[in-house]
């Protein structure tokens, strides 16, 4: 029993650092996950392929978060390497915004990429006010 609730203990200080980590991580960590991921990509055998799944894996789920949320417009047939090839292709072109947390790097690429499309609304006409004729004091 003891040591069913020690592994309870340990999975859930794994998941909530994880947890946290994400909020932490930076432009400069995401760049050095990317690395890795493209020598993936690339069938170096020197890839980290921890490192190259921290970097697919957050790629995607900030993906998934923008298109949840009704804040992107992802289409649904991108293929997961493409949405990873617009975000390499976005840090590559801003390195000056490698300060910045990484989910916004992630989300600026992918909304840059896949812009939402403006919907024109209606245009209601104000229906004229019906005058009223002028009363007699009397």
């Known amino acids: ?4 609730i020690l592994i309870i203990l340990m999975l859930l200080l794994f998941y909530s650092s994880a947890y946290a980590n994400s909020f932490s991580l930076n432009g400069n960590d995401l760049i050095r ?23 697919l894996g957050f790629v995607l789920a900030t993906a998934d978060k923008i298109t949840s949320y009704k804040n992107g417009c992802i289409p649904s047939d991108t293929s997961r390497r493409q949405i990873c090839r617009i975000v390499i292709k976005y840090i590559n072109e801003h390195p000056d915004q490698l300060n910045l947390k990484a989910f916004h790097l992630v989300e600026a690429a992918l909304k840059g990429a896949f812009p939402c499309q ?4 209606a ?11 002028l009363k007699a004091p009397f």
């Open 1 to 4: 029993m003891a040591k069913k």
């Open 118 to 121: 403006k919907q024109k609304k």
């Open 33 to 55: 996950y990317m690395h890795e991921y493209e020598k993936l990509m690339t069938e170096d055998p020197q890839v980290r392929f921890y490192h190259a799944g921290q970097f």
């Open 123 to 133: 245009v209601r006409r104000k229906q004229p006010k019906k005058q009223q004729g």
